[in-house]
């Protein structure tokens, strides 16, 4: 491993479900995160949820309880983007939304030095287009990791017109030593594993709408076809909202190609605020 991929400091911007469950990784990695959500509020909800998920494993005898403490208290938050000043990595877990990132990495840009790694978390948008709007887009690199972060190996790395090399290979690197699975990929609309899976959530949806299927006999056959999962199980647990910002952003980037065109269905649950389990309703109900 270069010498480079050995982070110290590591921050964490967006304590919702991708960000919390990227800050517990590095923690169980070994490492203090720092995390950074505009949202007091969130924070606490997202560090209680995964406590008590970390205690159950506890309880489970599956971890020991000085370790489930040792990684809450690597843990913590800070109030100012200025406190991440001295980080070696970023990863950004915010919003799904171009100019709210571009914005960010923008003033990011301005605090933290020219050596430290801007990593975003998107799932679908274009890191090209992220680091834009930075003096420094070589050190702009996408890390997308999956639903649940602590526990799914792949992450893609996601490369950038203008990422430099060493950027990727750092991370590259340093994922595999931390225990996940990195794949280079690059920075296309969906990425890869985004894009493999329109047409597995988009024809559930079209085999529902159209009354041929329901969404219970729809996941218990994909299910019964060797998937840990159906298609609406998936999208409660990734976030409905966060499949719906995917699907838009890869029919917008393939210029409205027809197959890969949303469905109303997705548009309205998330005008319902019916976004899966984090909202304890999506396609099912669930117990908060
Ligand atoms: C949209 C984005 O851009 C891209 C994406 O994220 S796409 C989504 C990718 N994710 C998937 O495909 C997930 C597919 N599903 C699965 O792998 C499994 O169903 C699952 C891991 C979510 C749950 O597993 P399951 O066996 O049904 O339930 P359960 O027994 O409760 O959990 C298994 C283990 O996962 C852990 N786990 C479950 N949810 C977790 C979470 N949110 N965070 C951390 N750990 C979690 C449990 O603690 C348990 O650990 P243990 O074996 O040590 O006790």
Partial sequence: MSEKASFHQLAVIGAGTMGIGIAEFFARAGYSVQVYEKKAEVFEQSYQTMTHRLKRQVEKGKLKAEVCQEILNRIYPVSTLEDLATSDLIVEAIVEQLKVKQELFSQLDQIISPQTIL??????????????????????????????????????????????????????????????????????????????????????????????????????????????????????????????????????????????????????????????????????????
């Fill in 119 to 288: 990593a975003t978390n998107t799932s679908s948008l274009s890191i090209t287009a992220i680091a834009a709007e930075t003096v420094h887009p070589e050190r702009v690199v996408g890390l997308h990791f999956f639903n649940p972060a602590p526990i799914m190996p792949l992450v893609e790395v996601v490369v950038g017109a203008e990422t430099n090399p060493t950027v990727v290979e750092t991370c590259i690197d340093w994922m595999r030593k931390i225990g996940k699975s990195p794949v280079r990929v690059s920075d296309s609309p969906g990425f890869l594993v985004n894009r493999v899976a329109r047409p597995f959530h988009l024809e559930a949806y079209r085999l529902v709408g159209e009354g041929t299927a329901t969404k219970e006999q729809v996941d218990r056959i994909i299910r019964a076809a060797g998937f840990k999962m159906g298609p609406f199980q998936l999208q409660d647990l990734i976030g409905i909202d966060i499949n719906y910002a995917a699907s838009l952003s890869v029919y917008e980037g393939y210029f409205h190609e027809s197959r890969f065109r949303p469905h109303y269905l997705q548009k309205s649950l998330v005008d319902q605020g019916a976004l899966g389990r984090k909202t304890g309703k999506g396609h099912f109900d669930y117990d908060s």
